[in-house]
Nanobody, 130 residues
Framework: QVQLVESGGGSVQAGGSLRLSCAASGRIFSSYVVGWFRQAPGKEREFVAAIGWSGDVTYYGTITDYADSVKGRFTISRDNAKNTVYLQMNSLEPEDTAVYYC?????????????????WGQGTQVTVSS
């Protein structure tokens, strides 16, 4: 199995930045796409960003994929040597407040549907004040 641990969450003012980390261990070789999702109170879990792992690509044929709401503000990246995926979040807005989760897909070219992802971390809280 794959174990995922998120870190880097916290409280910031609007316009600030945070860098989230997703550290993976276990059967990492079986991972294809790593995604970031978020869930605010009373709302459905939604896709944020994804990145191919070890040369894989997303459903759209690109190495990275972003939700329209975060394009131009968030950047997803990976460090294979450290088995870690990052989410750099800039120009944060109160609407970004949520628990953020990382997850790994169980097959190649995974898309934005949460059901494509088999392993999930416990989440890290991000709070953005106005």
């Amino acid at each position: 199995q794959v174990q995922l641990v998120e870190s880097g969450g916290g409280s910031v003012q609007a316009g600030g930045s945070l860098r989230l980390s997703c550290a993976a261990s276990g059967r990492i070789f079986s991972s294809y796409v790593v995604g970031w999702f978020r869930q605010a109170p009373g709302k459905e879990r939604e896709f944020v960003a994804a990145i191919g792992w070890s040369g894989d690509v997303t459903y759209y044929g690109t190495i990275t994929d972003y939700a329209d709401s975060v394009k131009g503000r968030f950047t997803i990246s990976r460090d294979n040597a450290k088995n870690t995926v990052y989410l750099q979040m800039n120009s944060l807005e109160p609407e970004d407040t949520a628990v953020y989760y990382c997850a790994t897909s169980t097959f190649r070219r995974a898309g934005r549907y949460p059901g494509n992802y088999g392993y999930w971390g416990q989440g890290t809280q991000v709070t953005v004040s106005s």
